[in-house]
Structures are given as structure tokens and as C-alpha cells.
């Protein structure tokens, strides 16, 4: 089945650590997203690629590295520098920018 | 002012009743629009694409009023299984998707 996979879907790390959350997708999409969602909160965009090898800083970059040197697969590392990193991290891409975006099932981070 | 907003509600109402939601966003060059339902600690799932001249899809509807800048959401004869929050996405013209808050739904018996 096509999708996109997000693992682990639950982390904890202690503060100070660094955490990568994985995202692979078998859509041949060419956008992929990373999103962060607080409660009660929508979602803020953390970064996005267009393409492979390319990537844009979203609204709350700070703190967070992607990577993206396949098209399936969409890292976001979690450094020390996030001061709040405890939240729900959920991944999506899209055929191009801009159009619908398919979600993973998300990944709950708690910083201990 | 954000760029995109929402009432976050809760919406309560009862079964079979007829409720509506609106979305303001800020910029006029925006091209595209969604809604998304997102049922609690689980992903958004897209509901709709919300298009120009308005359209429908059983007891949803979406309309797009681009002169005041804002998208409805219409959700007619509400059942339980529609209590969820409901995201309204904004296609702002650098292809950036940008959330509103979420509105949520609580439908009662």
C-alpha cells in the first residue's frame, strides 16, 4: 500500500539529547513536510523540501535539522537547541508544493 | 494578525442539526484551500479541497469567498462520528500550506 511511515511513534529522550524522527514515503511525491502540533494548537511548519537535496526553513526552524538525499525519505533531527521539544511531529508530502498533503500517523516526542 | 484563523470553538450541537465554520486568512494571493478533519491524537485527514466556484460532497459543503477572504465549511444533519476538529489549510502564494488553529466539533445525542 502507498504511504508515508513515520517511526518511532513514540519517543522519549532525556533533555539535552539529540533525536531523529524518520519519514519514508512510497508516493513518488516530490514535497515532503515536517510539522510540529502542540496541543490545542494547529500546526506550525518546521521545514520543507521541494526536491532532493533541497530544503526550506518553515516558520519554527529554530533547533531542527532535515536532511533529504532520497526522494522517499525526509529525516528531522531534534537538538539540544529546541528549547520545547515535547509534541506531536507529523510528516506529509504532497504531489508538488502546494497541493493536498497525505500525512503520516505522526510521531509523540517527550523530553524527560 | 495571523495568517490564518480560526473560531476554535467547541461547536455543541445536536444530533441532525446544521453547523457552519469559517476561516479568515490574511493574504489575497493565497491559491488554494482545504479542510481537514483531525480526530483526537491521530492525524489530519483531508475532508475537502475547497474550490472556486463552491462545491459539495454528500453532507459537506465549501465555499470560497475571496473578496472578504474567508472559506466556510457546511456540515449538514451532523451525526456523532462527525465530532472532531476540523483544520482549515491555506495555500499562501510561496506554495506554503499554513494551518488555522482547528475548530472543534462536539456533536451531542
Known amino acids: 500500500d502507498g504511504g508515508i511511515t513515520q517511526s518511532p511513534k513514540y519517543l522519549f529522550r532525556k533533555e539535552g539529547q539529540n533525536v531523529t524522527l524518520s519519514c519514508e514515503q512510497n508516493l513518488n511525491h516530490d514535497a515532503m513536510y515536517w510539522y510540529r502540533q502542540d496541543p490545542g494548537q494547529g500546526l506550525r511548519l518546521i521545514y520543507y523540501s521541494q526536491i532532493v537535496n533541497d530544503f526550506q526553513k518553515g516558520d519554527i526552524a529554530e533547533g531542527y535539522s532535515v536532511s533529504r538525499e532520497k526522494k522517499e525519505s525526509f529525516p528531522l533531527t531534534v537538538t539540544s537547541a529546541q528549547k520545547n521539544p515535547t509534541a506531536f511531529y507529523l510528516c506529509?508530502?504532497?504531489?508538488?508544493?502546494?497541493?493536498?498533503?497525505?500525512f503520516g500517523e505522526g510521531s509523540r516526542l517527550t523530553v524527560l | 494578525r495571523k495568517e490564518v484563523e480560526q473560531d476554535p470553538g467547541p461547536f455543541n450541537v445536536p444530533e441532525g442539526a446544521t453547523v457552519a465554520f469559517n476561516c479568515t486568512y490574511s493574504n489575497s494571493a493565497s491559491q488554494s484551500f482545504f479542510w481537514y478533519r483531525q480526530d483526537c491524537r491521530k492525524e489530519p485527514k483531508l475532508l475537502m479541497s475547497v474550490y472556486s466556484s463552491g462545491n459539495e460532497d454528500g453532507r459537506f459543503t465549501a465555499q470560497l469567498n475571496r473578496a472578504s477572504q474567508y472559506i466556510s465549511l457546511l456540515i449538514r444533519d451532523s451525526k456523532l462520528s462527525d465530532s472532531a476538529t476540523y483544520l482549515c489549510v491555506v495555500n499562501i502564494w510561496t506554495g506554503k500550506l499554513i494551518f488555522g488553529q482547528g475548530t472543534t466539533l462536539q456533536v451531542k445525542p
Open positions: 506529509a508530502s504532497s504531489v508538488e508544493q502546494g497541493a493536498e498533503l497525505f
